[in-house]
């Protein structure tokens, strides 16, 4: 019983995942001992499982193929001898589904009140139905009860915090809605450090720019003291070569 969990893929509390290796380790000794390839008892389950899923495709893929209403034999080829067998052991459950399963009953409205239709036709219209739990209906509710004590009723036996955030705070009481109290003096101290904060920036930003234009003013005495040195410069080289030219004549 148990190999064939293993060989299935389905292990549970009574078959660990140790007992798992040990057969794999015991049938990869005698795989390994029959001509052909020597493989590692991983590499030989990773081979069965390959056989199994491609075996398990091509089972469902012909079955599908036979139940088409076209008319005329299945288009693709039947299962072999070998892939028979490994279906045989994987079990047919894998491919066709459990065949003894049987279906839930189905509640109908009529079998409701019309109380309980009402309510439950209200229910599902809210949204976030994962977090619903543990939702309780008012008990014994007479022709007579009044709007005012099914209300409270409701409020009393419903779990509110199990409800969606928008579910719940119509169901809360309306003293509950009301807005927590402000405090001005909290928000005039945030306006006031929020203005400091940008009348600081609003300084930073104007010195950069005012070292940035002294720079600007330096770098342009700096090339108009250059300028003013080459043209000495030049006046100088031009004089000396009209003396030079007098003295060679």
């Given at each position: 019983?148990?190999?064939?969990?293993?060989?299935?893929?389905?292990?549970?509390?009574?078959l660990?995942?140790?007992?798992?290796v040990e057969?794999?380790?015991?049938?990869?000794?005698?795989?390994?001992?029959?001509?052909?390839a020597t493989?590692?008892?991983?590499d030989w389950?990773?081979?069965?499982?390959?056989?199994?899923?491609?075996?398990?495709?091509?089972?469902?893929a012909?079955?599908?193929?036979?139940?088409?209403?076209?008319?005329?034999?299945?288009?693709?080829?039947?299962?072999?001898d070998?892939?028979?067998?490994?279906?045989?052991v994987?079990g047919?459950?894998l491919?066709?589904?459990?065949?003894?399963?049987?279906?839930?009953?189905?509640?109908?409205?009529?079998?409701?009140?019309?109380?309980?239709?009402?309510?439950?036709?209200?229910?599902?219209?809210?949204?976030?139905?994962?977090?619903f739990?543990?939702?309780?209906?008012?008990?014994?509710?007479?022709?007579?009860?009044?709007?005012?004590?099914?209300?409270?009723?409701?409020?009393?036996?419903?779990?509110?915090e199990?409800?969606?955030?928008?579910?719940?705070?119509?169901?809360?009481?309306?003293?509950?809605?009301?807005?927590?109290?402000?405090?001005?003096?909290?928000?005039?101290?945030?306006?006031?450090?929020?203005f400091?904060?940008?009348?600081?920036?609003?300084q930073?930003?104007?010195?950069?720019?005012q070292?940035a234009?002294?720079?600007?003013?330096?770098?342009?005495?700096?090339?108009?003291?250059?300028?003013?040195?080459?043209?000495d410069?030049?006046?100088?080289?031009?004089?000396?070569?009209?003396?030079?030219?007098?003295?060679l004549?």
């Open positions: 019983m148990g190999n064939e969990k293993i060989i299935k893929g389905k292990l549970g509390p009574d660990t995942n140790k007992e798992c057969f794999w380790e015991e049938a990869t000794k005698q795989l390994n001992s029959c001509v052909g493989k590692s008892w991983k389950r990773k081979s069965w499982y390959d056989i199994k899923s491609s075996t398990k495709g091509k089972a469902a012909y079955r599908r193929e036979c139940e088409k209403t076209g008319g005329g034999p299945p288009t693709l080829e039947p299962l072999d070998f892939q028979k067998r490994v279906l045989a994987i047919d459950n491919v066709y589904g459990h065949k003894d399963t049987e279906e839930s009953e189905i509640v109908l409205d009529e079998h409701l009140s019309p109380y309980e239709a009402h309510l439950r036709a209200g229910f599902l219209k809210l949204r976030g139905t994962r977090r739990q543990g939702i309780f209906l008012p008990q014994n509710c007479a022709a007579s009860t009044s709007a005012a004590n099914l209300k409270a009723e409701i409020n009393t036996q419903v779990p509110t199990s409800l969606p955030q928008d579910v719940s705070e119509t169901i809360k009481p309306k003293r509950l809605l009301h807005s927590a109290k402000r405090h001005p003096k909290r928000a005039r101290v945030e306006r006031s450090a929020s400091e904060a940008s009348e600081r920036f609003s930073i930003q104007e010195r950069r720019l070292l234009e002294e720079q600007f003013a330096f770098q342009r005495e700096c090339e108009r003291e250059k300028i003013n040195a080459l043209k410069f030049t006046n100088t080289f031009k004089n000396l070569t009209s003396v030079l030219e007098k003295y004549s």
